[in-house]
């Protein structure tokens, strides 16, 4: 069958809009045979961190098809891509066996000479060099149980904060400015928020490609509710944008002007919500960035002084959005019944990710709208499980289990008595970040390092120079990967063989904090193994290896993902995280839970920091409060902190040499670096190779065409590609996805990165374009 | 080039004469239909499209509303 991309996005809209009201389609000729699947099991798709719940289709030992769960928050609906699931599972490039690197190629081993070899490396390594001469590059894709499993293994058991994921290039500085404004991680709201907003500010998102189930849900709502306003701020028109009542187009990086002034005017025309910053809010300014940053409480006097050169024409003259579009942005934010905002990778892969994205909470803090139905202010997740998994279960260097900070006395002498390790094994000093990570294993600090589920060697920004570390003979690169070759495997030393998605069962935490429970199916192709059965195996043999066999067995006795995921509910016993309710067997049945959900009758958190509306935990930890209460910031009083955060530009603006901007993102039916999606006939098919998105005005002055080769540069790399003139991008911007594994855009892009969250900018720098 | 799923709620006894008004749009398909629920989608040329094909619908007689679930675009 040979669909054409107009015929599948056809298809697609139809299976849609019926399996919204329970109807099955006729499934057009050459898929029937894919459809029929004679038992189903539960899931939660493989793709991006909306987390839409699917029903997988089995049919003599294989799966065959996949469809949305009507019962969970997606209502059966699916992206293009969640549609098209199966083929992931049997693609030709599935690693198979254990590879190891002879010369330039690589031959097929055993698992025991592949586990004999790689803890010999590590355990030697650790040895003659150190506990911090090894480390995990882990993922937001992996399970909840493994990325537990790995920060326990790591930080609790060898001592080492050497570990780190790839949510670091993602998620990192939204993580950071929930933490930094209300005291812990995760947004307090859900999808269900979005059936109540009246207005949605989307910032940084494009929505309809990178999240389009959800994206549905705001389609609805403007389609049904006449007064629901939509205002989008993205420097593309993409169709979120042209979807919008308001879109508020700006010079790339300058949008911190534009959302102070926003607080501007609605501090100069009182449309704040006094009530709601007196009781619940205090004000901070950073006055020296450090390291450590040094933070200073302010008033509410020294906040609107700080906010007086921000007005909408001065935010105009920095951002060439105009100051007529911010005016009209501020009013509709603060005087709707109930705003929500939404963003992703444009405010957090930025220099001044976490500054921006504290910048949003304090439109949200100054109005009051927050923590009722519609008022919210939430990240969106780009992976199925960096939430759940990396966030919450703390596998970023800097992090401990459920809220815990390495930085904190009392939070690893918590975890050190939870673990049953000696006090003072955990390390006191953060570890790298991916960044770091990598660049040290370019010097040789870092002289072995395991990379899980992720595709390093193609998603870091500046690309080149970490690639050359990768593949250098001097250090040892093991590659745990469902596909071979990828752009990291490729590189390896070692690459072992993974079992991908329902090959193996595990937990999924997605953006709204609920957690999925998804069932094996069938059995993993060839020789490929869970990730967790090797880390198990991996963990107890280095340890008995580097001489502490009393703590071999007695650290990880897990039989399976329950026993871990038992412990895990234990580890954030108490804490504001508290998953005790969400035990295996309600997750097996529930169609996801969200957290907190502290004992086994709890039926999960819509909405949290509020008693009202159902946060139990609020009495808890505050018993005072009568209904708000943001418990996660003690030290405050409870309150939430409103940031003076000025306007820095980013690192790389465009400038005579490089005269372009050049911002990366997502394509609808592709997905991150494209191992899966490029496996899929119909998606490929539909979207065969990246492309450089430039504005017809700079096209002609350019003398570039559609389908031209056009020649991208940074003072990094340079890359041929077709050129596609289309008015999305605005005049000075070009854009690519960095999907296509023969396009390596990342190659061109900055990894110069937040100074708190370290998460670099890739949506930002600049670049020279030349028709080729 | 957009492409919108929508589901179009119609009063009882209608479904003749909207299914007969709905072939008369080009840009609309029918896909199917369940109770008083038809599946279109709607391949427009622009947004303007899509939109003045949903307000065409709307006004049919017998439709009590047009809801898109699922929109994406091809450029």
């Known amino acids: ?772 | 080039m957009p492409v919108s799923g929508a589901i179009v709620e119609i009063e009882e006894g209608t479904e003749e004469a909207v299914l007969s008004g709905l072939a008369r749009i080009p840009e609309v398909s029918v896909y199917g239909m369940k109770e008083n629920r038809i599946v279109i989608v709607i391949d427009g040329g622009s947004l303007g499209v899509i939109e003045k094909s949903t307000n065409r619908i709307q006004s049919m007689e017998g439709v009590t509303g047009v809801f898109p679930v699922y929109s994406t675009i091809d450029e």
């Not at chain 1, 139905?373 to 800097?398: I, K």
């Not at chain 1, 490929?528 to 007695?554: C, H, N, S």
């Open chain 1, 1 to 772: 069958m040979n669909l054409t991309r107009r015929q599948l996005l056809k298809y697609t809209a139809a299976i849609a809009a019926a399996s919204a009201i329970g109807l099955d389609l006729p499934i057009p000729k050459g898929l029937e045979a894919a459809a029929q699947a004679d038992k189903w099991t539960k899931g939660v798709c493989r793709y991006c961190g909306a987390g839409c719940g699917v029903y997988v289709g089995l049919k003599g030992g294989k799966v065959v098809t996949v469809k949305g769960d009507k019962d969970n928050w997606n209502r059966g609906l699916l992206c293009i891509k969640g549609n098209f699931l199966a083929p992931i599972l049997y693609a030709s490039d599935r690693a198979k066996y254990p590879l190891l690197k002879k010369g330039d190629k690589f031959e097929r081993i055993s698992w025991k000479e592949a586990m004999d070899l790689m803890v010999s490396k590590f355990g030697e390594s650790v040895k003659k060099n150190g506990m911090d001469s090894i480390a995990f590059y882990g993922s937001g894709q992996a399970f909840t149980e493994e990325s537990y499993f790995m920060t326990k293994f790591f930080k609790g058991g060898l001592g080492t904060n050497n570990i780190d994921g790839n949510p670091r290039l993602c998620m990192a500085s939204a993580a950071v400015g929930y933490v930094t404004t209300f005291g812990k991680d995760e947004p307090m709201g859900a999808y269900d928020d979005m059936y109540h907003a009246d207005c949605f500010f989307l910032i940084g998102s494009n929505m309809s490609e990178a999240h389009p189930v959800i994206f549905q849900i705001v389609n609805e709502r403007k389609t049904k509710g006449k007064d629901v306003k939509l205002i989008v701020a993205d420097p593309r028109k993409t169709l979120v944008a042209k979807k919008a009542d308001l879109h508020m187009s700006f010079v790339p990086g300058t949008d911190l002007a534009i959302l102070n002034a926003m607080a501007h005017v609605i501090i100069k025309e009182n449309l704040h919500n006094k009530n709601f910053v007196g009781k619940h809010t205090v004000f901070k300014t950073m006055v020296d960035p450090g390291p450590p940053p040094k933070i200073e409480k302010v008033t509410w006097d020294a906040y609107v002084k700080f906010l007086d050169e921000y007005t909408p024409e001065m935010a105009e003259r920095v951002s060439g959005c105009r100051k007529g579009d911010i005016i009209k942005a501020a009013r509709w934010f603060a005087q709707s019944k109930a705003t929500s905002s939404y963003w992703c990778m444009g405010l957090n892969q930025r220099t001044r990710g976490v500054w921006a994205n504290n910048l949003v909470h304090n439109l949200h803090l100054l109005t009051g709208q927050i923590c009722r139905p519609g008022a919210t202010t939430f990240s969106l997740t780009g992976q199925p499980n960096a939430c759940g998994g990396v966030r919450d279960g703390g596998l970023l260097s800097h992090l401990l289990p459920y809220g815990r900070l390495i930085v904190n006395e009392k939070d690893r002498e918590e975890m050190e008595k939870f673990w049953g390790v000696p006090k003072g094994r955990i390390n006191a000093k953060p570890g790298p970040t991916a960044v770091e990570m990598f660049r040290s294993f370019n010097k040789g600090d870092i002289k072995c390092l395991w990379v899980a589920c992720t595709n390093p060697g193609q998603s870091l920004p500046n690309l080149s120079p970490y690639r050359k570390g990768m593949e250098s003979k001097d250090t040892f690169l093991v590659v745990s990967e469902a596909y071979h070759p990828s752009r990291t495997s490729e590189l390896a030393d070692l690459v072992l063989p993974a079992a991908l998605w329902v090959e193996k069962d595990g937990t999924y935490g997605q953006s709204e904090r609920r957690y999925q429970y998804i069932e094996k199916a069938v059995e993993p192709v060839a020789e490929a193994r869970p990730d967790l059965q090797v880390m198990i195996e991996f963990a107890r043999r280095l340890i008995k290896f580097i001489g502490r066999d009393d703590e071999a067995k007695k650290l990880f006795p897990y039989k399976n993902t329950e026993d871990v995921w038992n412990e895990i509910r234990l580890a954030s016993k108490g804490t504001a995280y508290d998953f005790m309710g969400m035990t295996r067997a309600r997750l097996k049945k529930a169609h996801g839970m969200q957290w907190p959900a502290p004992t086994e009758d709890h039926p999960g958190t819509v909405r949290r920091y509020t008693a009202k509306y159902g946060d139990v935990l609020v009495k808890k930890f505050d018993p005072q409060a009568e209904d708000i209460s943001f418990y996660g910031a003690k030290a405050d009083g409870n309150r939430a902190t409103i940031w003076l955060r000025p306007h820095k530009g980013p690192a790389e603006p465009a400038d005579s040499d490089y005269p372009f901007i050049l911002t990366t993102g997502r394509q609808l039916e592709h997905w991150h670096t494209g191992t899966m999606t490029y496996n899929v006939p119909e998606l490929k098919r539909a979207a065969p190779y990246g492309f450089l998105e430039i504005n017809p005005k700079d096209a002609q002055q350019l003398g570039v065409k559609s389908r031209d080769k056009v020649r991208i540069t940074s003072r990094r790399g340079s890359l041929v590609m077709e050129a596609k003139v289309i008015d999305v991008p605005r005049p000075g911007l070009v854009y690519a996805s960095f999907h296509d594994p023969d396009k390596l855009i990342n190659i061109i892009t900055n990894d110069a990165f937040d100074a708190l969250s370290k998460q670099p900018e890739f949506k930002i720098c600049a670049v020279k374009v030349e028709k080729a």
